[in-house]
């Protein structure tokens, strides 16, 4: 379902730090608590939980990047988790190991909506407004767990498109 090489090891042929520093092995994991919140991914049965909003520099639909006034700017972006694994990195240092390990969901980010004057109106709600389809898949997909802003939902509004409601999300256990 998807490409693997995404997910390409990558070998440093430095003689102070020899052999693999970043594996290919990961371990995948259903679901996540972050500070409290559950999230969820598609490979859960209960489907509550999967849609996030994370931050990120604004892109169009095709990754490439959107300047205006001649600066980028932070768009909040919608998504669906996939799934979440772990990814060790193997770090040495003289006669050292040391394991860290980093959570990371794997997301398809839902495709700009073009309706902007629908966009307005329903940002004077609160609400936002994305395509039911999913933007190209690109290494923005792998984000790392702490980039995760809360929890959203969605639901259908017409044919191709998808209402977000933004959740509040919990900062303490």
């Known amino acids: 379902m998807y490409p693997y090489n995404i997910f390409k090891s990558y070998h440093i042929a430095d003689i102070s730090a020899p052999g ?40 169009d639909n095709n990754g490439n990047p959107v300047f205006r006034e001649g600066r980028q700017y932070i768009e909040m972006r919608y998504g669906r988790i996939a799934y979440f694994f772990v990814h060790r990195l193997r770090l040495h240092q003289g006669n050292n190991t040391d394991y860290f390990d980093y959570t990371f969901a794997f997301v398809n980010w839902y495709a700009k909506s073009s309706d902007f004057t629908s966009i307005a109106a329903q940002r004077s709600h609160g609400l936002m ?3 039911n389809q999913f933007r190209k898949m690109t290494l923005k997909c792998i984000l790392p767990v702490h980039r995760i802003f809360s929890p959203i939902a969605v639901a259908p509004n017409g044919p191709d498109k998808l209402i977000v409601i933004p959740l509040p999300r919990k900062i303490t256990g």
């Open 20 to 59: 693999e520093m970043v594996g290919d092995i990961i371990q995948k994991m259903p679901s996540i608590e972050i500070l409290g919140q559950l999230y969820r991914s598609e490979e859960t049965r209960s489907k509550k939980g999967i849609d996030i909003q994370a931050l990120f520099l604004e892109t």
């Open 129 to 131: 407004e994305c395509s």
